[in-house]
Every structure is written in structure tokens, then in C-alpha cells.
């Protein structure tokens, strides 16, 4: 069966300190790959997606990069936090039907 | 231009049916409707996809009229657990949720 897998859960940074958020998924092939944050009380904001190896597509500007090394590895990151990057972060992938989505890293900025 | 409107929010008591609908008037002919309903500090879980007239599971109902361009998310019976927010997305690779439906069930 497919799994993925996301780390931290919680993070506190800095202001102006580098970010690195991993996804990785298990039990399938060539999936999708999708980097979302969510401000408390707020629907949920694409930032990044991918279709395939080096692939990204970048949905909004923003402090924020992604890049995906392996065919089930995203990573998500930043060279210097800002405070405007607190939220809860999420990575999901798709199949044909349907989303999976991580258990989500929660970054406070300070 | 957004693909899907929705309601911000609504309230239900307990033990009821909920409709929650959903606008997507620019849908695209190859287009699938799926909705996903998320608890806070979860991510979103699939509930229903449907492309047209009627798509039935264990947990929910979806109605898609002939002219695609709306459809309806049926909850049977909901209980407390059920207060949530639900996304509708159509289409589309992107995966782009839009604010999503706070439901509110009440005792």
C-alpha cells in the first residue's frame, strides 16, 4: 500500500535561518507531488507541484523553493525564513482518483 | 478565475442530512468532481469523485446535474464529528483547493 511520509511535525526557526521540509512516498511510482501551507483559519495554498523528476512547477511567488532529487522525494525550502512563513505545511500526492496527503510539519517563525 | 465557488460556511444539527454545494461553471468536458473533507491540523482526506448524475459510497452522496456546472455534497445523518471543512475541486492536475465549506454540526 502507498504511505508518505513527512517530517518534522513542529518546528520553531529564527527569522532569517534556512528551511528544509521532506516528503517522501512509498508504494507507488511517478506520482504527483504537491508542497501546500495553510494559515490558521485559511483554505489551503498550492505552492508547488510536480509531475516528475526536476520537475516544478511554482504556483505562487514567494521566499519558498522546491525540488524533487528522486522520484518519490520533495523537498520543500528556503534560504531565509521570514515570519510571514509560519503555517502548517502539507505534502500530498495523487494517483488517478484521489490525493494523499502527509500528517504535516506545523512552523512557527520567531 | 477561480474553478470552484462555495459557501464559506453553514451549520447542521446533529442527526441530519447536509447538502453542501458547490459552482464550477467553467468545467471542462474531461473534468472530474471530487471533494475532500478536513479536520484542523490534518490534511485533507478524499471523501467522493463523480463526473455526472449520481455517485454513492459508504459515507457520502454526490449529484451532478446534466449540465455539470454545480454539484451537491449529500451527508447523511451527520454527528458531531462530521464539523469539518469540505472541498470541492475540479479538473485538474494542480490539485488548487479554493477556501473549502466550514461545516458546523450542532448538537
Known amino acids: 500500500s502507498q504511505t508518505i511520509h513527512q517530517w518534522p511535525a513542529t518546528l520553531v526557526q529564527p527569522v532569517g535561518s534556512p528551511l528544509s521540509l521532506e516528503c517522501t512516498v512509498e508504494g507507488t511510482s511517478n506520482p504527483n507531488l504537491y508542497w501546500y501551507r495553510q494559515a490558521a483559519g485559511r483554505g489551503l495554498q498550492l505552492l508547488f507541484y510536480s509531475v516528475g523528476i526536476g520537475q516544478i512547477s511554482s504556483e505562487v511567488p514567494q521566499n519558498l523553493s522546491a525540488s524533487r532529487p528522486q522520484d518519490r522525494q520533495f523537498i520543500l525550502s528556503s534560504k531565509k525564513l521570514l515570519l510571514s512563513d509560519s503555517g502548517f505545511y502539507l505534502c500530498?500526492?495523487?494517483?488517478?482518483?484521489?490525493?494523499?496527503f502527509g500528517q504535516g510539519t506545523r512552523l512557527t517563525v520567531v | 478565475l477561480a474553478k470552484t465557488t462555495q459557501p464559506i460556511s453553514m451549520d447542521s444539527y446533529e442527526g441530519q442530512e447536509v447538502n453542501i454545494t458547490c459552482s464550477h461553471n467553467n468545467i471542462a468536458t474531461n473534468d472530474y468532481i471530487t471533494w475532500y473533507q478536513q479536520f484542523p491540523s490534518q490534511g485533507p482526506r478524499f471523501i467522493i469523485q463523480g463526473y455526472k448524475t449520481k455517485v454513492t459510497n459508504e459515507v457520502a452522496s454526490l449529484f451532478i446535474p446534466a449540465d455539470r456546472k454545480s454539484s451537491t455534497l449529500s451527508l447523511p445523518r451527520v454527528s458531531l464529528s462530521d464539523t469539518a471543512v469540505y472541498y470541492c475541486?475540479?479538473?485538474?492536475?494542480?490539485?488548487?483547493f479554493g477556501k473549502g465549506n466550514q461545516v458546523v454540526v450542532i448538537p
Open positions: 475541486l475540479v479538473g485538474d492536475g494542480r490539485l488548487a
Open positions: 500530498a500526492w495523487s494517483g488517478r482518483a484521489e490525493a494523499f
